[in-house]
Every structure is written in C-alpha cells, then in structure tokens.
C-alpha cells in the first residue's frame, strides 16, 4: 500500500509562489500525480512525474524525488483562480493510485 | 464529447436501501474506476476494473459491489446503505498501457445515508 503526506492548508498572497510538499511510502511506484480539484468539482489532471527531475506546464511545475520519496508541486504568479485542493496521488504498478488527504490553497488579494 | 457521466447528481437515501450509482464513458478508455471522498480523508478507492469482465478491490470494498459487463459502464451498488456510506462519489477512466496516462474523473455523485 501507499501512505501520502501533504499539508492540509497553504495561504499566499496573488502573484506570489506556492510549494505543496508531499512525502510517500510505496511498494511498486510506477508514477506520481498531482491534480487540482475546485469546490464541489471534481479532480482534474495537472501533472504527471516518473522520473527523477523537474516538469514544468507554465505556471505549474512538479519534481520528483524516488530516493526520498518526495515531490512538490510548484504555483508560480499565484491568481485568485488558483484557490483550490491539490491532491498527490502515488501509482502503483497495477496502475491503481492513492491519494493524499488533500492540500487547499487559498490565495488572498 | 461528454467524457464521464455520473448519475444521480445527488441522493438522500434511508439506511437499508438499496441503491445503484451510474458511470459511463464515451472515451473506450479500459479502466474504471470508483471512489469516496470524505473531508479530511481524500479519496479512497472502492473498486476497479482494468478491463470489460474483469474487477477488483481497493482500499475500501466492504458494503459495495460492481460489475463491468462492457467498456462504457461501470455501476456501483450498495446493498443495503448505511450512514457511513455518507460521501461524495466520484467515478473515474483511464488507459493503462502508457506510463503518462491519468485518470479522468467525473462530476461525482453526493449520496447522504439517514
């Protein structure tokens, strides 16, 4: 099984960055997501990390570390539309995924 | 292009009842998927199905059933509802032949337990 970490809350201000941190414990990784959901929406795909490194998507960037089982994903020039939950998922090699609780980004005018 | 359709949107339904949730997708896609989403807790697998025919458990099977008869369909049913069962549903599809394939979800289903 998985077990996924990631803060339940992050406040910033528009314009600025944001950095959501999340740490897993996994057997079989074949991959790691991250996903945004909108109040009362459901989740949409953000990004995708298999490999060691960086992936960047415009204003979204999202690393990954294997060795530490870690990732983040990276909010930069943060908009009033970015207020939202961000959830980590882990895959395993069935192509199942876990997902952390969640972490909401409110950002503030 | 509709991608996954849920229905109800929402229910209010008395413990004891039975009660089918509908997920279908238009995008051949051979997995399914359904989910719980419960504050504080994320999402939580119920079950899945990587191909028509087949299905399996996830993290939290127990009082939920499902079957695959085709790709498009995929219904999740609850034998006899109780309150804990009280959550937001959300059916999701995918590919699972690429390393980069993610999930699509859809517009999820508010079912609440009396």
């Known amino acids: 099984g998985q077990n ?29 997501f991250w996903y945004q959901q909108h109040a009362g929406e459901a989740p949409t795909f953000l990004s995708y990390n298999v490999l060691d490194g960086l992936e960047e998507k415009g204003r979204f960037s999202s690393f990954l570390s294997r060795s530490k089982g870690y990732s983040y994903l990276l909010l930069k020039e943060l908009q009033m539309k970015d207020s939202a939950s961000y959830l980590c998922a882990v895959r395993d090699s069935d192509y199942k995924l876990s997902f952390g609780a969640g972490t909401t980004v409110t950002v503030r005018a | 292009i509709a991608g996954i359709t ?8 008395a413990a004891g009842r039975r009660m089918t949730l509908r997920c279908t997708q238009d995008m051949r896609h051979n997995a399914m ?16 199905s990587n191909t028509a025919g087949t299905t399996g458990k996830g993290e939290v099977p127990d009082g939920y059933s499902v079957s695959r008869a085709n790709t498009d369909d995929f219904p999740l049913t609850l034998a006899s509802a109780v309150p ?18 993610t999930q699509y979800f859809g517009p999820g289903t508010r079912l609440t337990v009396l």
């Open chain 2, 84 to 101: 804990s069962q009280t959550s937001v549903y959300f059916c999701a599809s995918s590919w699972t032949s690429g390393s980069s394939d």
């Open chain 2, 33 to 48: 998927y359904w989910y719980r989403q419960d504050l504080g807790l994320g999402l939580r697998l119920i079950h899945y």
């Open chain 1, 4 to 32: 996924i970490d990631q803060p339940t809350e992050m406040t910033a201000t528009e314009g600025a960055i944001v950095q959501i941190n999340c740490t897993y414990q996994t057997s079989g990784f074949n991959g790691l």
């Open chain 2, 6 to 13: 849920q229905a109800p949107t929402s229910q209010i339904l």
